[in-house]
Nanobody, 119 residues
Framework: QVQLVESGGGAVQAGGSLSLSCAAS????????MAWYRQDPGKHRELVAS???????NYPDSVEGRFTIARDREKNTLTLQMNSLKPEDTSVYYC?????????????WGQGTQVTVSS
């Protein structure tokens, strides 16, 4: 089992920055995929950044160049640095880990943290 606890959300003005953290505990061996998603009420969860265990990152065009995902292996923490925030970045942000070993693959989610960007 893996437990994920997010922190770092809050309110900021447009153009500002926030850093989200996702602390992982439990048996994190075999984690292959780590990501941040966001979700607005009534909408599907949207991927905003992903990182594989071999270091590959991926961002959608909407956040490319503004958001950076990183992993601190020593602290077992996943971070999302968000710069040049826009009002449309307002959402609830969730961290996501996918453990592929041992099989079967298992998905874990954090509880979510609110980010509010005012214009």
């Amino acid at each position: 089992q893996v437990q994920l606890v997010e922190s770092g959300g809050g309110a900021v003005q447009a153009g500002g920055s926030l850093s989200l953290s996702c602390a992982a505990s439990g048996n994190t061996r075999g984690i292959y995929w780590m990501a941040w998603y966001r979700q607005d009420p009534g909408k599907h969860r949207e991927l905003v950044a992903s990182l594989t265990s071999d270091g590959k990152t991926n961002y959608p065009d909407s956040v490319e160049g503004r958001f950076t995902i990183a992993r601190d292996r020593e602290k077992n923490t996943l971070t999302l640095q968000m710069n040049s925030l826009k009002p449309e970045d307002t959402s609830v942000y969730y961290c996501n880990f996918v453990k592929t070993f041992p099989p079967p693959s298992t998905t874990y989610w954090g509880q979510g943290t609110q980010v509010t960007v005012s214009s």
